[in-house]
């Protein structure tokens, strides 16, 4: 309840708790079957679904703008098998045009991790960031095109 009208009513001092009104607090029920439907086909900006949120990662570009933390193309691997297993619908892998190994490490995630289709057919999307110069977007495509859903 908002102190400075209780105050107001009470002649400017506060009112003793218990004549205070309370007001219940609602909580959200979500109810979560992903098990039970299936996954909406991919199809680039739409989803027919309306209930569906589409999880786009940016873990393994992102994750290296923080201070100090840096990773192994081995260890993007690793991570991107994992952001797979959890369901991730779109995997950006990093940045091709920014140093060979983050172009080798953005290629090995979409020949590998790109390609594993599970058994109820889900793949994820692979992509790289780019910025709109032409040798930019040569790279990233020459990285992410190994993907069974490059983007």
């Known amino acids: 309840m ?3 009208l209780t105050a107001s009513r009470t002649g400017g001092k506060l009112a003793p708790a218990a004549s205070r009104a309370r007001i219940p607090a609602r909580r959200a029920v979500v109810s979560v079957r ?3 439907q ?3 086909d991919y199809i680039p900006n739409r989803i027919d679904d309306p209930n569906y ?3 786009f990662d940016t873990t393994l570009r992102d994750g290296e ?6 990773l192994t193309s081995k260890e ?3 991570i991107a098998k994992q952001l797979s297993k959890l369901g991730v619908d779109i995997i950006e892998a990093g940045f091709p045009i920014a140093s060979p190994d983050d172009f080798e490490a953005v290629r090995a995630i979409a020949m590998e ?8 057919g889900y793949v994820p999307v692979i992509c790289g960031l780019s910025r709109t110069k032409f040798a930019d977007l040569e790279r990233a495509w020459d990285a992410v095109r190994h993907a069974k ?3």
Do not use: H
């Open 38 to 40: 299936k996954r909406p």
């Open 53 to 55: 949120v589409r999880i």
């Open 34 to 36: 992903a098990s039970q």
């Open 65 to 70: 703008q923080s201070p100090g933390a840096t």
């Open 113 to 120: 991790v790109g390609n594993d289709v599970q058994e109820d």
């Open 76 to 78: 993007k691997l690793d």
């Open 149 to 151: 859903r490059p983007r």
């Open 2 to 4: 908002n102190t400075a």
